[in-house]
């Protein structure tokens, strides 16, 4: 159902304010969504002013000084940082990306950061994924061949392999998911730009026999039709994807085959 | 997941992009092209009622409120016929690279006003 507004428990509150302390000409306000499970309170936005004479370039880089010098309460996920593990995806500025390879001085004006959207939050900006992570499932990504013999390479045409480029590098962080108004309203029931990119990595697999029952377990008018070609997947994808084609294709082989 | 986990905010929060303000756009625009449809059917079943019933339309026609009704007709028509012919090139699976959206999605937006301006022409500054 489309909910335009948030639940009576999720309503943003002002949050305290951090001033600096270090003295720096150079400052920025930045803004981060706050919700502390231990406590029975609304969310709420605190602002901290952070020294930017001594902060690296990326949006992950402010928040970690924010951790190590200001606030160490606040909780982000992050692990590689170098834009590869996918785990640092969160809402900068308006827009699903990851903080290790959004450069902080692309934002005007204050920072404002946000948990990824439409998510229940666990902590602070860590949102549960685990629908998407089961819909991921329903897709099975794996080969299925039935000649499957440990003995012999599985050979792949230079063709066949180009069909995966631009698939394969989808490193499930998603950004696109959580940027899709579709996946926000019906995101129990259709599966979103991610998984779907997923699903089509698998189904134009040279290799996979499955072709025909993974198109057909995915031709639904909820799991994937609620896609209207917004967009906002593309435009969120960090390692620049493109979801809605790949939808698109998925389409195609349903409407040609 | 437990109810008293906030939901984080989305739509609130969100930046507005080309491909989906015009998605919106598109959605809203059909539904008022459906009510307009009916409202045409409507004066043509008051043709057949008798000319006092045309003349009242045709009245409503010579006012401000009248003229801007056609004008914002042709034009929500015009919008919705490129909206569409951009989706009849989506589904041969042309036009999804970002840089190609995002011209396309201008075009759609200001070729509506082009194309309004075309149909009426001479009309449109009565």
Redesign the interface.
Known sequence: MVQ?N??Q??K?QKGKYYKDKSGSKNIRKVNI?R?D?ST?E??RIDTYEVDMDNCPSKVLDLLNKIKNEIDSTIAYRRSCAHGVCGSCAM?M???NGLACTKPHNEIKGDI?I?????????KDLI??L?TLYKQYASVEPWLKNSKNDDSKENFQSVKDRSKLDGLYECIMCACCST?C?SY?WNGDKYLGPAVLLQAYRWIIDSRDEERKERLKKVADELKLYRC?????C??ACPKGL?P??AI??I??ML?TS | ?K?????????????W?I??LI?ISHRIIGIINIIIVTLICFWVALLILGSSNYQLVQNFFETYIGKFFIVGTVWSFSFQALCEIR?LF????YG???KT?NITGLVVIFGSFILTILILGKNIIL
């Open positions: 335009i948030l639940p428990n999720s943003i969504y919700w499970p029975g609304n969310p809402n500025d308006g827009k404002n946000y948990p990824l959207p439409h998510l229940k939050v666990q949102g549960d685990s940027a108004p926000w209207h070609t917004i967009m906002n593309t435009n493109n809605a084609k698109a294709s389409k195609k409407a | 997941m109810d008293k986990n906030p939901l984080s905010p989305h739509i609130q929060i969100y930046n992009h491909s989906s998605s989706h989506w589904d041969l699976g999804f690279e970002l959206s």
